[in-house]
């Protein structure tokens, strides 16, 4: 079936840097993938939307200049998390995938900011 | 707008029982609903879909869930459960208009042995 693959799954880094995280889908072509964000006990909260070619679309107060998203291919996306802070801390999970049949999900990134 | 609501946080059930996890949902139009698994500090896994068809769908693991139009309802379900199956799932609903996925707040379930 289809595969989505997210690295890294697991990143530390100091607080001020910037960390990149990769989405790509193994099998398919994905003209658009989800960002996700997961909070301790809570639900996945819809970042943005990966558009290739063109500019990311990002759901109500999610910061553009934050969390930058380049999908500039048809298997990659990648989301940026500038000058990190402790509170960008989480887990962050892509997905792509057909419509009908449901979408792929990534195997999530562990983000902790120290 | 699209939304499902997962009225319970947790749920326990003991080994060999069956299992329910709620799932209610509000759209516009024909729904498109999905169900989903996480295990600790993993992506999401698929377990099962409804499109069109029959209202009984069956899943991955020996899940399945229940399409009620009337009662806007798609409750997951297994009849027999094992400790493995304890996990987090989440219900969801597809926006046909954008493809976005909406989740649910996510149900823990416990199987206790």
């Known amino acids: 079936g289809a595969v989505v693959s997210q690295h890294p799954s697991r990143v530390i880094c100091k607080s001020g840097t910037s960390v990149k995280i990769e989405c790509r889908s193994l099998d398919f072509q994905a003209t658009t993938m989800f960002w996700y964000r997961q909070f301790p006990k809570k639900s996945l909260m819809l970042m943005a939307t990966s558009n290739e070619g063109s500019k990311a679309t990002y759901e109500q107060g999610v910061e553009k200049d934050k969390f930058l998203i380049n999908h500039a291919s048809l298997t990659l996306s990648t989301l940026t998390v500038t000058s990190a802070h402790p509170e960008d801390s989480s887990f962050y999970i892509c997905s792509a995938g057909q419509f009908r049949a449901g979408a792929f999900f990534g195997q999530g990134t562990r983000l902790t900011v120290v | 707008a699209q939304s499902v609501a997962q009225p319970e946080d947790q749920v326990n059930v003991a080994e060999g029982n069956p299992l329910t996890v709620k799932c209610t949902y509000s759209?516009?139009?024909?729904?498109?609903l999905f169900w989903y698994v996480q295990y600790p500090n993993r992506g999401l896994q698929f377990l099962l879909k409804y499109i069109t068809g029959d209202n009984l769908v069956k899943g991955s693991y020996g899940f399945e869930a229940e399409f009620n139009k009337s009662q806007t309802s798609f409750h997951l379900k297994k009849p027999s459960a094992l400790v493995s199956d304890s996990a987090l799932y989440f219900c969801?609903?597809?926006?046909?208009?954008?493809?976005?996925?909406?989740f649910g707040k996510g149900t823990r379930l416990h199987i206790l042995p």
């Open positions: 969801a609903v597809r926006d046909i208009r954008d493809d976005k996925i909406i």
């Open positions: 759209v516009s139009g024909n729904p498109y």
